[in-house]
């Protein structure tokens, strides 16, 4: 197995770090289908959180896990998307291509999405080549409207609701990202694949 | 129909014992800032460990009752009033119906409990009815004008004769962090008896504290899951205390967390209070 590190955060809660973002889902997918007693398993950029259990209990799951060991790939998702928006020909600047590929790029791609954070309902999604990052805007929107879909680094998002953001916006989507009423409230938890359909 | 918000002061919220379990999901857990002093209210009038209380910020709330019932005010030392009459706090009262009970200012602290016997019926969301400020996943925040249903009372253990809280003293101590490495050599021992104010923005997502700067290395950390009681350095060098509504991942690395027993301290204090953080 690879370097996997277990670093206290407290005497109930620990980070596992891992290296990527994938491993990370793969961790916190298969612990939560093993049911491990933790309140909270929180994947993220390159680590599993590990909330209310004692860390040598989480030390202990982890010499029973291998990169291998993931739980069933989640269901696929097409999310309609208008791509309108503003901050495309600046994608199209850094990626040195036209407008026009980078709409083809991202809606011919299958994203995971890979963990949540910032907002309920907000996934960071992967699967852009590694090649295709962009940076944030240097100074963020006052206001980024909701289902604005996003991209910063290599990751893609949509802002389930209106809030300040730096990522470059592409387009806009109607989909509810977020609904509490729902059983699944999150329409893309970690697990989830996307694939971006363009509406006229 | 039982109880209406007449004025609800600068915020009130419904708050039980939050929602854990939603971070992966970006939802923050949520839940009664000052525990000890929800589960008070809760214990004097009887009430269930997961009953819904009010919580205010500062400027209390007034209510009119629209048939008899039994509170009870916690927290924050604030005056009481029942139609113009003083009520005690930290006792369950019961007042008839059509009644105005204003829950005054915060005298000293910032944030006072209301709990009534029979709880507070609202639809939970995700399991729990308190609200979050971060998101506002929850119940609305109180609006003039709106209208609480209180259930009935049960027939509960009668609660305690007599109530002691002990006041506290403005310390918060600080466990070693998983990045208590990203901190400059020096700068842990330097957080020993050191002497920091509480800053206007603090809220129930975090105390943000103003002082000496804490020496930190330069750099971005890929974002994390946190946890209640982090203590997170952005570059500023001026710690954040996470607190109930904190956001489920962040990127600033958290050197220290705050020893779970003082946290209920955390949501009494207000900006330009004192506090002293110790490491040993």
Same mark, same amino acid.
């Given at each position: 197995?690879?370097?996997?590190?277990?670093?206290?955060? @407290?005497? !109930?809660?620990?980070?596992?770090?891992?290296?990527?973002?994938?491993?990370?889902?793969?961790?916190?997918? *298969?612990?939560?289908?093993?049911?491990?007693?933790?309140?909270?398993?929180?994947?993220?950029? @390159?680590?599993?959180?590990?909330?209310?259990?004692?860390?040598?209990?989480?030390?202990?799951?982890?010499?029973? *896990?291998?990169?291998?060991?993931?739980?069933?790939?989640?269901?696929?998702?097409?999310?309609?998307?208008? $791509?309108? &928006?503003?901050?495309?020909?600046?994608?199209?600047?850094?990626?040195?291509?036209?407008?026009?590929?980078?709409?083809?790029?991202?809606?011919?791609?299958?994203?995971?999405?890979?963990?949540?954070?910032?907002?309920? &309902?907000? @996934? $960071?999604?992967?699967?852009?080549?590694?090649? !295709?990052?962009?940076?944030?805007?240097?100074?963020?929107?006052?206001?980024?409207?909701? &289902?604005?879909?996003?991209?910063?680094?290599?990751?893609?998002?949509? $802002?389930?609701?209106?809030?300040?953001?730096?990522?470059?916006?592409? &387009?806009?989507?109607?989909?509810?990202? *977020?609904?509490?009423? !729902?059983?699944?409230?999150?329409?893309?938890?970690?697990?989830?694949?996307?694939?971006?359909?363009?509406?006229? | 129909?039982?109880?209406?918000?007449?004025?609800?002061?600068?915020?009130?919220?419904? #708050?039980?014992?939050?929602?854990?379990?939603?971070?992966?999901?970006?939802?923050?857990? +949520?839940?009664?800032?000052?525990?000890?002093?929800?589960?008070?209210?809760?214990?004097?009038?009887?009430? +269930?460990?997961?009953?819904?209380?009010?919580?205010?910020?500062?400027?209390?709330?007034?209510?009119?009752?629209?048939?008899?019932?039994?509170?009870?005010?916690?927290?924050?030392?604030?005056?009481?009033?029942?139609?113009?009459?003083?009520?005690?706090?930290?006792?369950?009262?019961?007042?008839?119906?059509?009644?105005?009970?204003?829950?005054?200012?915060?005298?000293?602290?910032?944030?006072?409990?209301?709990?009534?016997?029979?709880?507070?019926?609202?639809?939970?969301?995700?399991?729990?009815?308190?609200?979050?400020?971060?998101?506002?996943?929850?119940?609305?925040?109180?609006?003039?004008?709106?209208?609480?249903?209180?259930? +009935?009372?049960? #027939?509960?253990?009668?609660?305690?004769?007599?109530?002691?809280?002990?006041?506290?003293?403005?310390?918060?101590?600080?466990?070693?962090?998983?990045?208590?490495?990203?901190?400059?050599?020096?700068?842990?021992?330097?957080?020993?008896? +050191?002497?920091?104010?509480?800053?206007?923005?603090?809220?129930?997502?975090?105390?943000?504290?103003?002082?000496?700067?804490?020496?930190?290395?330069?750099?971005?950390?890929?974002?994390? =899951?946190?946890?209640? =009681?982090?203590?997170?350095?952005?570059?500023?060098?001026?710690?954040?205390?996470?607190?109930?509504?904190?956001?489920?991942?962040?990127?600033?690395?958290?050197?220290?967390?705050?020893?779970?027993?003082?946290?209920?301290?955390?949501?009494?204090?207000?900006? =330009?209070?004192?506090?002293?953080?110790?490491?040993?």
């Amino acid at each position: 197995m690879g370097a996997v590190r277990v670093v206290r955060v @407290s005497e !109930r809660a620990c980070l596992v770090e891992l290296g990527d973002a994938v491993a990370a889902a793969s961790l916190a997918g *298969w612990a939560r289908s093993l049911g491990m007693a933790a309140d909270d398993i929180v994947p993220a950029a @390159s680590t599993v959180l590990f909330d209310g259990i004692d860390p040598s209990d989480v030390e202990a799951a982890l010499r029973r *896990w291998t990169p291998d060991a993931t739980a069933q790939p989640g269901a696929v998702v097409r999310v309609p998307v208008t $791509y309108d &928006g503003p901050d495309l020909e600046q994608v199209a600047a850094h990626w040195r291509c036209t407008v026009d590929d980078v709409i083809v790029l991202h809606a011919s791609t299958e994203f995971t999405a890979v963990f949540c954070g910032f907002a309920p &309902g907000f @996934s $960071y999604l992967a699967g852009l080549p590694t090649d !295709r990052t962009v940076p944030r805007l240097a100074t963020p929107r006052r206001r980024v409207a909701p &289902g604005s879909v996003a991209l910063a680094d290599g990751w893609c998002g949509i $802002y389930p609701t209106a809030s300040p953001g730096g990522w470059l916006v592409i &387009g806009t989507t109607d989909a509810p990202l *977020w609904d509490a009423e !729902r059983e699944t409230p999150a329409l893309l938890p970690p697990g989830t694949r996307v694939r971006f359909e363009a509406t006229q | 129909m039982s109880i209406e918000v007449l004025d609800p002061g600068p915020l009130s919220t419904l #708050q039980d014992l939050g929602r854990p379990g939603w971070a992966h999901l970006g939802v923050a857990r +949520a839940g009664a800032l000052d525990r000890g002093a929800a589960a008070l209210a809760r214990r004097l009038v009887g009430g +269930a460990i997961d009953d819904a209380v009010v919580e205010t910020t500062l400027g209390g709330i007034v209510l009119r009752t629209r048939r008899a019932v039994t509170l009870a005010v916690t927290g924050a030392p604030c005056e009481v009033h029942a139609d113009g009459h003083g009520l005690g706090t930290g006792t369950p009262v019961t007042v008839p119906a059509d009644t105005v009970v204003t829950v005054g200012p915060a005298r000293t602290g910032v944030r006072s409990y209301v709990a009534f016997a029979g709880g507070i019926d609202v639809a939970p969301v995700l399991g729990s009815r308190s609200t979050d400020t971060l998101a506002w996943v929850g119940p609305s925040r109180l609006a003039a004008g709106q209208v609480l249903i209180i259930g +009935a009372a049960g #027939q509960w253990p009668e609660p305690p004769a007599a109530v002691v809280v002990r006041r506290r003293e403005p310390v918060l101590r600080l466990r070693p962090g998983p990045r208590i490495d990203w901190l400059a050599p020096g700068a842990w021992a330097a957080l020993d008896r +050191a002497t920091y104010a509480v800053a206007p923005d603090s809220d129930r997502i975090g105390l943000r504290l103003d002082g000496p700067p804490v020496e930190r290395r330069a750099g971005e950390l890929p974002s994390e =899951g946190m946890v209640l =009681g982090a203590v997170q350095l952005p570059p500023s060098g001026q710690p954040v205390v996470f607190l109930a509504d904190h956001p489920p991942t962040g990127g600033y690395p958290v050197v220290a967390v705050v020893e779970d027993a003082d946290l209920d301290l955390c949501a009494q204090l207000r900006p =330009g209070d004192q506090v002293v953080l110790r490491t040993a």
